[in-house]
């Protein structure tokens, strides 16, 4: 199983981008899927997650109206489209996938993490 994240990189505050995860060796379509990130010296936070169909969705409360999660499953992606970004979204975005709507961090599987730096 492999969960490959991409999308990251160097924004302006109020700036926008948009995270991807492509699965491969999985049925993707069994899985909930969910954004995962870790800032320097801070805990580790759900930021989104999303369901097996993509009619579900979670949003910590700090990206709330900010960030999309999204998900094709035609294409065993899942999306976050992060909009209106703030110095604080600065962390390592972890993508994860679960055959459970979790409410921790008990994922069965993890991407190996892309950068989000935000910057004044």
């Known amino acids: 199983v492999q969960l490959q994240a991409s999308g990251g990189g160097l924004v302006q505050a109020g700036g926008s981008l948009r995270l991807s995860c492509a699965a491969s060796?999985?049925?993707?379509?069994?899985?909930?899927m969910a954004w995962i990130r870790q800032a320097p010296g801070k805990e580790r936070e759900v930021v989104a997650r999303?369901?097996?169909?993509?009619?579900?969705?979670y949003y910590t409360h700090s990206v709330r109206g900010r960030f999309t999660i999204s998900r094709d499953n035609t294409k065993n992606t899942v999306y976050l489209h992060m909009n209106n970004l703030k110095i604080e979204d600065t962390a390592v975005y972890y993508c994860?996938?679960?055959?459970?709507?979790?409410?921790?961090?008990?994922?069965?599987?993890w991407g190996q993490g892309t950068q989000v730096t935000v910057s004044s």
């Open positions: 999303i369901s097996l169909s993509g009619v579900e969705t």
């Open positions: 060796g999985l049925t993707f379509r069994s899985y909930n």
């Open positions: 994860a996938a679960s055959p459970r709507w979790n409410y921790g961090f008990n994922y069965d599987y």
